[in-house]
């Protein structure tokens, strides 16, 4: 029950991690020149040679969350998994969609020329970190009220199992 639970901590984490995600009603437009634009930019942001390190730091970070006799099997089987779908070169693509579908072609190449600059580089080198850094501020506020979460989860389980009584 408890590697239960810390897995879906883990989820949870993943999950908050990510960000907002907001559901698409309408496939976004976008031409070939936003597209060339915004993958531009994410290479001049230093994302694609930042993104294999961003993910071992990320699984290294979540594996904290795993008890000490499965942590290491959760490294390689997370790295495994990842480094069959979440790598650079499976996403860029999507990624460059993303920013396309948000930012002019203009707007994208303004990006860019920023990136290129002393300080848009020294903002590419840093975002990794700040965002690893974010994340642990994340995780270590779940930690902090972790005994309340998993009450939370136990809770709706629970009420999951339950059948519902009938209104007589």
């Not at 993910?55 to 499965?70: A, C, F, L, V, Y």
């Not at 069959?84 to 990624?95: C, E, H, N, S, V």
């Not at 860019?112 to 700040?130: C, I, M, R, S």
Request: charged share 20%; glycine share 6%; aromatic share 8%.
């Amino acid at each position: 029950m408890k590697i239960k639970l810390n897995l879906i901590t883990l989820i949870c984490l993943f999950i908050l991690s990510a960000g907002s995600i907001k559901a698409q009603t309408t496939q976004p437009t976008y031409t070939q020149g936003q597209l060339k634009a915004a993958e531009q930019c994410l290479i001049a942001t230093g994302i694609d040679k930042q993104f294999g390190d961003l993910i071992d730091k990320t699984i290294n970070t979540g594996s904290t969350q795993i008890p000490e006799e499965h942590r290491a099997s959760f490294v390689k089987v997370m790295k495994t998994f990842m480094g069959k779908y979440f790598t650079w070169d499976a996403l860029k693509g999507p990624i460059a969609k993303l920013y396309a579908a948000e930012f002019t072609e203009s707007e994208l190449n303004q990006l860019t020329a920023f990136y290129n600059t002393p300080l848009g580089k020294k903002v590419g080198e840093k975002l990794p970190e700040l965002m690893q850094k974010g994340m642990l501020l994340g995780q270590q506020s779940v930690e902090a009220h972790r005994p309340e979460l998993e009450q939370m989860m136990k809770d709706a389980f629970q009420a999951d199992t339950v059948p519902a009584q009938k209104n007589n």
